[in-house]
C-alpha cells in the first residue's frame, strides 16, 4: 500500500474531522431523508466542501484548484463513507472535473464547482447492468448542433444536477467505442424522473425526446467522448471504490464496539472467540481492499498502463468486502440490526447502492480476467 506523505495525512485528518463532526448520520442523511429534501443531500455542507478546498482537489492549480489526484479524492471518500455523507463530491468534484478537464466547459464550470455552488452528474448506464460501450442513445446532427433521442438511468444526482455529462452515440454501433461523444446537457433539457435509492440518496431516469443541443455542449471531440469518458469512469470508479472502504470501516467500527458492549449469559459478546475471529477477518480484508484502492489511485495520477486493470481489481474487492463488513454488523448486531433506529442498516443500504455504481462486483471481475488475457 503507497505511504502517505504528511500532506496526505493532513488532508486526511482534516476530511476525518470535518465529516465526523458534520457529515454523520444524524445531521445529514437521517435529516435529510426524514424531511423529505429532493436533493437528498444539504447545499449548505456541501458549501462547506468548497470553503475547505476540498471541491478543488481534482482541478489544476491552473483553474485555482489544489492539483491533487485520485490518492486525495480516495482519502476524502473514505471519509465520506465511513460517515455515510450524502454529497455530490463523487460525482461532481471527482468524476465531473475529469471529465471536462482541458475542455471549454472546465472555464464555465470549474469556479462553480470550487465555491461549492454546482453540481454535475453522468449520464452513461441505458440497461440493467453497466456497459459503457452499449450506448445507444443516438445524437444526429442538425444544423449547427445536435438531437438527442433515448434515454438514461441509474443517473445519480441526476435530478438536481446542474449539467449532466451525457453519453451518446453520434456513430458506429453499440459495442463500438468509437463513435462515442459526450455531451453537457444544462439542466431543464432532458425529462428527469427523480428517483430514490434504496439508502436515500437522489438519482434519476432521464428521457430525451428530440432534445436540441448546440455544438458547444460538446466535451472534447465529436465521436472521441471515450478519452474524456474512459478518465471520468476512472476517477469514479476508484473514488466509488474508496467510498465502498470508508462504508466497510465505518460498521466494522460500529460493530466491533458493539460487541465491546453488548452481553449475553454474563459476558461481553466480543470475548466468544468465534466472533473474535470473525472481525479479525474482516479487518484484515479491509485492509487489503484499502490497499487495492490507493494503489489504484496511485497508478491512475501516474498515468501507469495497468491503472485500467488495478482500478478493476479495487472496485471487485472493495464491493465484496464492504458486502461483507455490512453483512457481518447487521447480524452481530442481531435483532436491532435490522431497525431503523440503529445506524448499522443504514451502512447495508449505501453498499447495496455503491456496489452497482460503475459496474459491480461481476463486471469488474470479468474486467480483470479481461485485461489479464483470460
Given at each position: 500500500m503507497p505511504l502517505l506523505n504528511d500532506d496526505q495525512?493532513?488532508?486526511?485528518?482534516?476530511?476525518?474531522?470535518?465529516?465526523?463532526?458534520?457529515?454523520?448520520?444524524?445531521?445529514?442523511?437521517?435529516?435529510?431523508?426524514?424531511?423529505?429534501?429532493?436533493?437528498?443531500?444539504?447545499?449548505?455542507?456541501?458549501?462547506?466542501?468548497?470553503?475547505?478546498?476540498?471541491?478543488?482537489?481534482?482541478?489544476?492549480?491552473?483553474e485555482g484548484g489544489l492539483g491533487l489526484g485520485s490518492v486525495e479524492a480516495a482519502l476524502v471518500l473514505e471519509e465520506i463513507g465511513r460517515n455515510l455523507t450524502p454529497s455530490p463530491f463523487l460525482t461532481t468534484a471527482v468524476v465531473g472535473a475529469r471529465a471536462i478537464e482541458g475542455t471549454d466547459h472546465a472555464e464555465r464550470w470549474y469556479p462553480a464547482i470550487l465555491a461549492g455552488e454546482a453540481v454535475l452528474a453522468l449520464a452513461v448506464d441505458e440497461g440493467r447492468r453497466h456497459s459503457p460501450e452499449q450506448t445507444k442513445l443516438a445524437a444526429q446532427r442538425r444544423g449547427n448542433g445536435f438531437v438527442?433521442?433515448?434515454?438514461?438511468q441509474f443517473v445519480v444526482q441526476g435530478n438536481s444536477a446542474d449539467a449532466i455529462l451525457t453519453v451518446a452515440r453520434t456513430a458506429g454501433a453499440p459495442g463500438d467505442r468509437d463513435g462515442l461523444t459526450l455531451f453537457a446537457v444544462p439542466k431543464g433539457a432532458a425529462e428527469v424522473e427523480s428517483v430514490t435509492l434504496t439508502d436515500s440518496s437522489k438519482a434519476a431516469r432521464l428521457r430525451f425526446d428530440n432534445v436540441e443541443l448546440d455544438a458547444d455542449a460538446v466535451v472534447g471531440d465529436?465521436?472521441?467522448?471515450?478519452?474524456?469518458?474512459?478518465?471520468?469512469?476512472?476517477?469514479?470508479?476508484?473514488?466509488?471504490?474508496?467510498?465502498?472502504?470508508?462504508?466497510?470501516?465505518?460498521?466494522?467500527?460500529?460493530?466491533?464496539?458493539?460487541?465491546?458492549?453488548?452481553?449475553?449469559?454474563?459476558?461481553?459478546?466480543?470475548?466468544?472467540?468465534?466472533?473474535?475471529?470473525?472481525?479479525?477477518?474482516?479487518?484484515?480484508?479491509?485492509e487489503i481492499a484499502r490497499a487495492a484502492v490507493l494503489k489504484a489511485a496511485e497508478l491512475i495520477d501516474s498515468g501507469d498502463e495497468k491503472a485500467e486493470l488495478m482500478t478493476a481489481v479495487a472496485k471487485a474487492k472493495a464491493a465484496a468486502v464492504s458486502k461483507l463488513a455490512v453483512q457481518e454488523g447487521v447480524q452481530m448486531?442481531?435483532?436491532?440490526?435490522?431497525?431503523?433506529?440503529?445506524?448499522?442498516?443504514?451502512?447495508?443500504?449505501?453498499?447495496?447502492?455503491?456496489?452497482?455504481?460503475?459496474?459491480?462486483?461481476?463486471?469488474?471481475?470479468?474486467?480483470v480476467a479481461a485485461l489479464s488475457g483470460y
Open positions: 495525512k493532513m488532508l486526511q485528518e482534516t476530511a476525518a474531522t470535518f465529516l465526523r463532526d458534520e457529515g454523520g448520520p444524524a445531521k445529514q442523511l437521517r435529516h435529510w431523508r426524514d424531511t423529505g429534501c429532493t436533493d437528498g443531500y444539504g447545499s449548505e455542507l456541501w458549501k462547506q466542501f468548497g470553503e475547505l478546498g476540498l471541491t478543488g482537489i481534482c482541478i489544476p492549480e491552473s438527442l433521442n433515448g434515454a438514461k465529436v465521436d472521441n467522448g471515450w478519452a474524456p469518458l474512459s478518465r471520468a469512469l476512472a476517477a469514479g470508479r476508484a473514488g466509488v471504490s474508496a467510498e465502498l472502504v470508508g462504508v466497510a470501516a465505518g460498521a466494522s467500527a460500529m460493530t466491533v464496539d458493539y460487541l465491546r458492549q453488548r452481553k449475553q449469559f454474563g459476558k461481553l459478546i466480543g470475548e466468544f472467540q468465534a466472533l473474535q475471529h470473525r472481525a479479525a477477518h474482516l479487518y484484515g480484508e479491509i448486531h442481531g435483532g436491532i440490526g435490522m431497525t431503523d433506529e440503529h445506524d448499522i442498516g443504514l451502512f447495508m443500504k449505501r453498499e447495496a447502492v455503491l456496489g452497482e455504481l460503475f459496474g459491480d462486483v461481476y463486471y469488474h471481475r470479468d474486467q
